[in-house]
């Protein structure tokens, strides 16, 4: 069976540029999760869906961010003017309901 | 909301010795799991461990840990560190707050050496 799979694996920006990740999660999954990982630092949910729906994005950090799944399978996360402070491992996350979450190989951002 | 704590930011061991990382946690809600995640360098973090039942002792390729909710804590060991056991370890739990949110620790990096 097929993991979680992020694309792309890496990517470096300039302040102010835009950029989209995307995360095909593990099949029959209803539930996918985007996170954000400092260097050093564990794992802070940024939004999750369940099926298309988002049910949690208070954790977005700004309007910069926005989150899709329009057909409740794959979804991008996209950061619009990124900064510096946004570089980070970005990882996507899929579950079924209330199981146990299966990560994806994540896309390191650098901004310079 | 929820917090897991991981006090040690790095801990070393000799190979064949014992490790215990150290995992405590605060929660105001029914929490309905936790878990040790392992991130190798460069890949994605994968489940350890998982417990939702108190004092009960959970096993997986030679690591431990017993869930204690009188003592809020959820502490991993193995009796005999391997050089390939060298990785990031994080502490998480789920919270019935929001079904199926992880709340992850800061992580542990254990170092094995030979």
């Known amino acids: 069976e097929a993991g979680v799979t992020q694309s792309p694996r890496y990517a470096v920006l300039q302040e102010g540029q835009a950029v989209s990740f995307w995360c095909d999660p593990i099949?029959?999954?209803?539930?996918l999760y985007w996170y954000q990982q400092p260097r050093d630092q564990g794992p802070q949910l940024l939004v999750y869906?369940?099926?298309?729906?988002?049910?949690?994005n208070s954790q977005l950090p700004s309007d910069r961010f926005s989150a899709v799944r329009p057909k409740g399978t794959n979804s991008t996360l996209k950061i619009q003017s990124a900064k510096q402070g946004d570089t980070a491992t970005y990882l996507c996350?899929?579950?079924?309901?209330?199981?146990?979450?299966?990560f994806g190989p994540g896309t390191r951002l650098l901004v310079l | 909301g929820d917090s897991v704590t991981q006090t040690e930011g790095l801990v070393t061991v000799t190979e064949g010795l014992p490790v215990k990382l150290n995992c405590t946690y605060q929660?105001?809600?029914?929490?309905?799991?936790f878990f040790w995640y392992v991130q190798y360098l460069n890949e994605a973090p994968q489940v350890l461990l998982r417990?939702?039942?108190?004092?009960k002792r959970t096993e997986h390729q030679g690591f431990h840990a017993t869930l204690h909710k009188s003592s809020s804590s959820f502490h991993l060991q193995k009796s005999s560190a391997q050089l390939s056991d060298s990785a990031l370890y994080y502490c998480?739990?789920?919270?019935?707050?929001?079904?199926?949110?992880?709340?992850f620790g800061s992580g542990t990096r254990l170092q094995v050496y030979a």
């Open positions: 996350a899929s579950s079924s309901t209330g199981r146990t979450q299966y």
């Open positions: 099949s029959g999954h209803d539930t």
């Open positions: 869906f369940r099926d298309e729906a988002v049910i949690d």
């Open positions: 929660t105001t809600y029914l929490t309905i799991a």
């Open positions: 417990s939702s039942t108190d004092n």
């Open positions: 998480a739990l789920s919270s019935r707050q929001v079904v199926g949110q992880l709340t």
